[in-house]
């Protein structure tokens, strides 16, 4: 394995906490890279992932799931990387090659360590994907580096989610993953406590909507108002929407 490079979009917010991470990968001879999520359409970012590519050859990008913050720099992408392949799940988004699937192999390069596995990740989106390099995972958003990731209605899924994350902590249990890169946030070098974190944490959740519903919540503006009663005003849309996705899985009405 080679360089791995991080460069972070300057769009900070609630849902992007410091940033996107785009992140770049040099082939062991250093001839070639890939790309995994070009961000949003700014181009202070596009210039600087660009630089840290230099005079290497853009063999392929990879787009971890369908959201602008990842994926809007490919609206672009004629006037920076015209002919190199896209890989994606939704078809919308792959370009000069099929949609990938889970085990599917992207290559950049000559050497034994010049590819990435695809692993199927949904829940956080349909489409979402993780990759694997080694013995580094690089997560999207199915896992961050700060806090937790948002599973709305009705584009996520939380037993979709939830499957997920079992499916990623025994990769990491079995040794296959000793590290994640997140899209948001630092690296994450307790994989196994962050993801049994996050299972705890949304099996905590469940138990608070079912609890909301025992003590007479009805609606799921009910259930926000009595499980994210703290969040801020502006963060209140999402907890909705995060509310029905969990609604969903109950097998509760959702609205």
Not at 79 to 100: K, Q
Not at 152 to 175: F, I, M, N, Q, W
Not at 178 to 184: K, L, S
Request: hydrophobic share 40%; glycine share 8%; proline share 6%.
């Amino acid at each position: 394995m080679t360089s791995i490079s991080r460069i972070r979009a300057h769009n900070p917010s609630p849902m992007t906490l410091d940033g996107t991470n785009t992140y770049v990968l040099r082939s062991e001879d250093g001839a070639s890279a890939l790309l995994i999520d070009p961000g949003p359409e700014m181009p202070d970012h596009r210039d600087a992932f660009l630089a840290e590519v230099g005079s290497a050859r853009l063999a392929a990008i990879v787009l971890t799931h369908q959201h602008a913050d990842h994926s809007e720099m490919l609206g672009s992408i004629d006037s920076w990387a015209p002919e190199v392949p896209v890989h994606a799940v939704l078809d919308c988004f792959a370009r000069h090659v099929p949609t990938v699937s889970d085990g599917d192999e992207v290559r950049f390069g000559e050497g034994a360590s010049d590819v990435v596995r695809v692993v199927t990740t949904p829940g956080h989106t349909a489409d979402s994907i993780s990759l694997a390099y080694g013995d580094v995972l690089f997560s999207g958003d199915t896992v961050l580096g700060q806090g937790t990731t948002v599973v709305t209605h009705p584009e996520g899924s939380l037993g979709d989610y939830l499957a997920s994350l079992e499916k990623l902590l025994a990769l990491v249990r079995s040794g296959e993953v000793t590290r994640i890169e997140p899209a948001h946030g630092p690296t994450i070098d307790d994989p196994a406590g962050v993801l049994e974190y996050y299972i705890a944490h949304r099996k905590e959740r469940i138990a608070q909507v079912e609890a909301a519903f025992a003590q007479g919540a009805r609606t799921a503006e009910d259930v926000r108002d009595v499980v994210y009663a703290d969040v801020p005003e502006n963060v209140k849309p999402a907890a909705l929407q995060i509310v029905k996705a969990q609604l969903e899985y109950l097998g509760q009405p959702v609205d």
